[in-house]
T-cell receptor
């Protein structure tokens, strides 16, 4: 099927690291993405990783990709209350389309 | 601000009715995508248009249709509405199919069917 799976909820304390996990389905996916959705807003791209990479770091964000297990993770260092949002992973299907299949979303709650 | 504009932001209507949601993509973006977000189904891909032509189709009901016009704006038509169609409908745009694939999302149109 096309299900991209994520855990539903994660709660962390301000200043701690957050790790959000995702399992995707298509081993031929070329790009994998992390999007953030704040309350009442649309989705905003946080970062992406090309499928031939294992890791990508962008300031407080670290993306790890395990192609063998089709597992993607997003680590947020020094998590802030402003990071509270829903985080979606997405895979780009192969072929001549940018169609993205999104995960179920993980609600990150950051406690002060 | 993503540059993608969706109207209306909120819409309340009755079962059996028909509504049209409108999307203006970012300047220069040729592709438009429609997604439906609901509590039970998550974020579901509906349909994609590229430069006026349908490019990919997802879980779009037969009661729903879409099109992309020559000026590249797109409309999503929802007819014979049912209670279960209540959801947030997102439009997204991207340049083409050969780049990194980043989608830019609008703020969504929240449809409530009573």
């Amino acid at each position: 099927g096309e299900d991209v799976e994520q855990s539903l909820f994660l709660s962390v304390r301000e200043g701690d690291s957050s790790v959000i996990n995702c399992t995707y389905t298509d081993s031929s996916s070329t790009y994998l993405y992390w999007y953030k959705q704040e309350p009442g807003a649309g989705l905003q791209l946080l970062t992406y990783i090309f499928s031939n990479m294992d890791m990508k770091q962008d300031q407080r964000l670290t993306v790890l990709l395990n192609k063998k297990d089709k597992h993607l993770s997003l680590r947020i260092a020094d998590t802030q209350t402003g990071d509270s949002a829903i985080y979606f992973c997405a895979e780009r299907k192969g072929g001549a389309t940018n169609k993205l299949i999104f995960g179920t979303g993980t609600l990150l709650a950051v406690q002060p | 601000d993503s540059g993608v504009t969706q109207t209306p932001k909120h819409l309340i209507t009755a079962t059996g009715q028909r509504v049209t949601l409108r999307c203006s993509p970012r300047s220069g973006d040729l592709s438009v995508y429609w997604y439906q977000q609901s509590l039970d189904q998550g974020l579901q891909f509906l349909i994609q248009y590229y430069n006026g032509e349908e490019r990919a189709k997802g879980n779009i009901l037969e009661r729903f249709s879409a099109q992309q016009f020559p000026d590249l704006h797109s409309e999503l038509n929802l007819s014979s509405l049912e209670l279960g169609d209540s959801a947030l409908y997102f439009c997204a745009s991207s340049v083409s199919g050969i780049d990194t694939g980043e989608l830019f999302f609008g703020e969504g149109s929240r449809l409530t069917v009573l």
